[in-house]
């Protein structure tokens, strides 16, 4: 049976959700999110998996699955259930709990895979995944360097994208992301960070914040202190702003790191744009930890996933928090339903 692209349902669109690392959290979250009730009413569930793993997940989490089992070919739209595409991929007997394997990298590679192929098809309208190890996934497949690149390599889309985090309707984007803090500074240029600010506007704009109002962090402590601990805001960060600005976008800056994310959380920004990874990240996880969520920007339909890691501490023991993936959801959920999306007609390019 084939499928046929998904007619877009503007009240409840159409949602892929991946299952991630089955030797994590991730079951128990996919489980627990089939059985939410607001997310079911925003939108249709097509988990994407195996159904031993998601039946072991909801077993740990002590939930029942209200679903529709589906083969891998089944059509998305015709359940009133949310649908299960059991890909038969995995049995968690062969899985490890808490530690990280290529079993488990390519298992949650394929269930992403087959959600963005899904979505490039026009036969979902968003994506969302629960967590990945990222060792698992580079043991899988040894060029994955996160899921951004994966995503565009998949889409044969040439960028740019970049990593949202979001926290209760606050955004922090960065200029560098997955790279050594070492080589930071040198990937810093007025460029990059014009993109940066560019991009985070217009998925700001796509989540229906009509005027982004956009800090920018600077690079060195004390914002440079006016060129003594180092000349990046006056040289490259400024002139970036400068030329955000003469686009039209709300952006101020260089804001020293260690106050910006106070001003911001007072109301008065709607996003920081950091200029690496861990500038923001920290701020947000204090602020939030088990309610943030990633987004993928810049690409053709929203994907989401929850902010935290796959947390093999606490995985099997039935206490993981689904509150990030419950938010993960509904912001895709509000994403799609304004911006429904057809065919990317793209070819895909990872194996």
């Known amino acids: ?20 690392d089955p030797a994590g959290i991730s079951p128990e979250l996919t489980a627990k999110a089939l059985a939410l009730e607001d997310v079911r009413a925003a939108a249709r569930l097509v988990v994407i998996g195996d159904r031993r793993v998601i039946e072991d997940g909801a077993r740990i989490a002590r939930v029942a699955l209200d679903v529709e089992w589906c083969p891998p070919d089944a059509p998305l739209d015709a359940a009133s259930r949310p649908q299960v595409i059991d890909l038969g991929n995995l049995d968690p007997a062969s899985i490890e709990r808490a530690r990280a394997t290529r079993q488990g990298g390519e298992f949650a590679l394929a269930n992403f895979r087959k959600a963005l192929l899904l979505a490039r098809d026009g036969h979902v309208d968003a994506v ?21 690149g994966y995503s565009l390599d998949v889409l044969g889309l040439p960028g740019p994208a970049s990593e949202f985090n979001i926290l209760e309707g606050f955004w922090n984007a960065r200029v560098t992301s997955h790279i050594p803090l ?41 914002a440079g202190d006016g060129g003594t601990f180092g000349r990046e805001e006056i ?32 109301g008065a920004f709607d996003a920081v744009v950091t200029m690496y990874h861990d500038q923001g990240q920290i701020a947000m996880k204090l602020m939030g ?11 053709p339909f929203p994907i989401t996933t929850p902010a935290h890691g796959t947390a093999y501490e606490i995985a099997g023991k039935g206490v993981a928090n689904v509150g990030a993936t419950r938010a993960a959801l509904l912001l895709a959920a509000r994403m799609a339903a304004r911006k429904p999306r057809g065919p990317a007609e793209r070819t895909p390019q990872v194996p």
């Open 182 to 222: 070492s080589a930071v500074a040198s990937q810093i240029t007025r460029e990059a960070i014009l993109e940066a600010i560019l991009l985070t506007d217009r998925s700001l704009r796509e989540a229906d914040i009509a005027t982004p109002r956009i800090a920018v962090a600077a690079l060195n402590p004390h």
């Open 128 to 148: 969302s995944f629960t967590p990945f190890n990222k060792s698992a996934m580079r043991a899988a497949h040894p060029g994955y360097d996160d899921e951004i």
């Open 235 to 266: 040289d490259v960060i400024r002139p970036a702003i400068e030329d955000a600005r003469g686009a039209g976008v709300a952006a101020e800056g260089p804001f020293p790191s260690d106050t910006v994310f106070v001003r911001a959380r007072s």
């Open 1 to 20: 049976m084939s499928m046929t692209p998904h007619r877009f349902e503007a009240a409840r669109p159409l949602i892929a959700l991946a299952t991630g």
């Open 289 to 299: 930890f088990d309610r943030g969520v990633t987004l993928l920007g810049g690409l």
